[in-house]
Structure formats: C-alpha cells, structure tokens
C-alpha cells in the first residue's frame, strides 16, 4: 500500500478537482469590460435607428433580421437589396444595402434555403457594431430578430433568466 504524506494528499485532491478527465481546463477570460444583456432585448438598428425587439442566441453564429418582399436589384453593377421592416411601435423603415454574399442554410428535415447576407448597424446598450446579417421572414418567430455570436463576442455575457436589461444607447452613430 502507497503511503502518502498529507501534503501530497492535498496537492492530489486539488489536481483532481480542478481538471477535467479529459483534461485540465483552461482559465476562463477575465469578463471586465463585458455588458450583461438578457434574452430578450431591445436593439436599434442602422441606418434608420429603428428600434425592435431581439432575441440574443449565443448558440447562432451569425445575426439574422425580419425581412419580407424582398427586392434584389442592381446598382453600379452590385447585387442590392431593398426591404421594409415595422417594428412594434408601427414605425416602418426602408432599407437598402449591398448583398455581400448569399448564405445557404442547413434546415432540420427539410431542405436548404440561401438567404442574401448583408452588413447591417446594430447598437445593444452603449455597443454599436457592423455585422453579416442575413435576411428571413422571421413573421412566424416571436422577434424579428436574432443576434448570434458575430455581434456578441468581445462585448456581452448573456443572462439567460434576464429580458430587457439595457436600453440601445450608441453615441456617435449618423442617425441618432
């Protein structure tokens, strides 16, 4: 029988609890300077600053918006686009943007739709920030739109027993 020295006792029961079977794990990053959001959360978006309602989906990779009637269209040999969004105050912007690429989306037991892709502002709390957002009739979803880990990262931890914690408050954007 291996007799150990109390000190070795303690350094192993230390090594155990704080590594995982499939190895150690690594420190988490210091979560300073990262805004708390909830679930749910007002974001405001540009050009236009229309303020709708989000859902914040960590397990999204990339945003996507409410667009119906969808109008693709050419200008200076670019493919646009052009849709109306109303939010749930009535208020109804026309939006106009280049199509960067077009996204093909896997669907659970159906088959791949694409989808245009374009680069949208989006202001949640005191962050703006430029993403790909691409673009779905998003009617049949309770919020038009869904803001995945491309906006997220670097900014927000996410506090899934939250909704409606911070209020789109971006300075320096043309249109506020």
């Known amino acids: 029988m291996i007799n150990l020295s109390r000190i070795t006792k303690v350094i192993l029961i230390v090594l155990l609890l704080s590594c995982h079977p499939l190895g150690c794990a690594e420190e988490a990053p210091p979560s300073r300077n990262l805004q708390v959001a909830g679930w749910i959360e ?3 978006i540009f050009p236009g600053n229309l303020k709708i309602k989000a859902k914040l989906d960590t397990g999204a990779r990339n945003s ?3 667009a119906k009637n969808i109008k693709e269209f050419d200008r200076d040999g670019d493919k646009w686009v052009r849709f109306k969004l109303k939010n749930w105050k009535g208020r109804t912007e026309i939006f106009e943007a280049r199509i960067i690429r077009t996204a093909t989306i896997k669907q659970h ?3 791949s739709v694409t989808r245009p892709v374009i680069r949208l502002g989006i202001c949640l709390g005191n962050v ?9 009739d998003r009617s049949k979803f309770n919020y038009q739109m869904l803001i995945g880990r491309s906006y ?3 900014s927000f931890l996410v506090d899934s027993s939250a909704t409606f914690t911070v209020e789109p408050n ?4 043309n249109d506020q």
Do not use: H, M
Not at 128 to 136: S, W
Not at 170 to 173: E, H
């Open 64 to 66: 996507s918006l409410n």
């Open 128 to 136: 703006f920030k430029e993403v790909e957002v691409n673009l779905q």
């Open 152 to 154: 997220l990262k670097k």
């Open 170 to 173: 971006c300075q320096g954007t």
């Open 42 to 44: 007002n974001v405001s």
């Open 109 to 111: 037991e159906t088959d």
